[in-house]
């Protein structure tokens, strides 16, 4: 799966396992995401309320990714999962175009973080079924 390959490409350590954080805005579609990745059933996803663990395995490689709710009043309580953060998934939902900004710039305040520096970051561009959608690229 090209997610999968993509945070294993990431995280280049000699370990077996990594700490993966998923963060973005509320609906962006991470707890789907991670529930597709899990084989999980998607029809029972619900706005996660403080935080959802979901491991993944990878060629033997365990992703274990810790996803956020993404609502405005839990958004404070992000910076409390970077510590031993291996990598960080920010996911944007690109059909959400009133939202964009404020996902930007949720995304550029998180880069300020000083325990974020030097974290690697995969930003996915969610969505891309939908019509009118903003093209990944863009
Ligand atoms: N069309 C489409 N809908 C999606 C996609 N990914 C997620 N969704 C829908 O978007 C809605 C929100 O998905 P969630 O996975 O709950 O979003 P979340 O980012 O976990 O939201 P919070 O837990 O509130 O932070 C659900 O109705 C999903 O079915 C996608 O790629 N395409
Ligand atoms: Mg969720």
């Known amino acids: ?11 280049r350590s000699q370990a077996d396992e990594a ?8 609906n962006a579609g991470k707890t789907t995401i991670l529930k597709l990745l899990a084989d999980g059933d998607i029809q029972t996803v619900t706005p996660t309320q403080g935080f959802h663990i979901q491991s993944l395995i990878y ?7 810790w996803d956020i709710g993404g609502q405005r009043a839990i958004r404070p309580y992000w910076r409390n999962y970077f510590e031993t953060t291996d990598a960080l998934v920010y996911v944007f939902d690109c059909a959400d175009r009133h939202r964009l900004k404020e996902s930007g710039d949720e995304l550029s305040l ?6 974020i520096i030097g974290v690697p970051l995969l ?5 891309q079924d939908l019509r009118h959608a903003l093209p990944a690229d863009e």
């Not at 799966?1 to 995280?11: A, D, E, T």
């Not at 998180?110 to 325990?115: F, G, I, T, V, W």
């Open 1 to 11: 799966m090209g997610l999968l390959s993509s945070l294993r490409r990431l995280y």
């Open 19 to 26: 700490r993966i954080l998923f963060l973005g805005l509320d």
């Open 59 to 65: 060629e033997g490689f365990r992703l274990n990714v």
């Open 110 to 115: 998180l880069l300020e973080e000083e325990k």
């Open 123 to 127: 930003v996915l561009a969610n969505k």
